[in-house]
């Protein structure tokens, strides 16, 4: 049974940090790609970052040099750091695993990520 279970999400003012965790199993993680989205109420789900196996990265244009994506693949956990973040990073953070070659992919319930101004 496959488990992307997210945590590290909260409340903050604009200008801090967090930093978020996804921790897999019932995967071989270092098959897959790994992956954060995000939903804001109302939009449609969005890419926020993702990093192979070799550790080679993708960010979307709006977070692009604050936040930083990274995974470790000896404890099947992958990680988020988001600086400066903005009202609009507000949404719910989800974790992804993508399959390098099947492309069959996973999804995490979701972590909650509130910026206040």
């Known amino acids: 049974q496959v488990q992307l279970v997210e945590s590290g999400g909260g409340l903050v003012q604009a200008g801090e940090s967090l930093k978020l965790s996804c921790a897999a199993s019932g995967i071989i993680f270092s098959n897959n790609v790994m992956g954060w989205y995000r939903q804001a109420p109302g939009n449609q789900r969005e890419l926020v970052a993702t990093i192979t196996a070799v550790g080679r990265t993708d960010y979307g244009d709006s977070v692009k040099g604050r936040f930083t994506i990274s995974r470790d693949n000896a404890r099947n956990t992958m990680f988020l750091q988001m600086n400066s973040l903005k009202p609009e990073d507000t949404a719910v953070y989800y974790c992804?695993?993508?399959?390098?070659?099947?492309?069959?992919?996973?999804w995490g319930q979701g972590t909650q990520v509130t910026v206040s101004s």
């Open positions: 992804n695993a993508r399959h390098s070659w099947t492309t069959k992919q996973y």
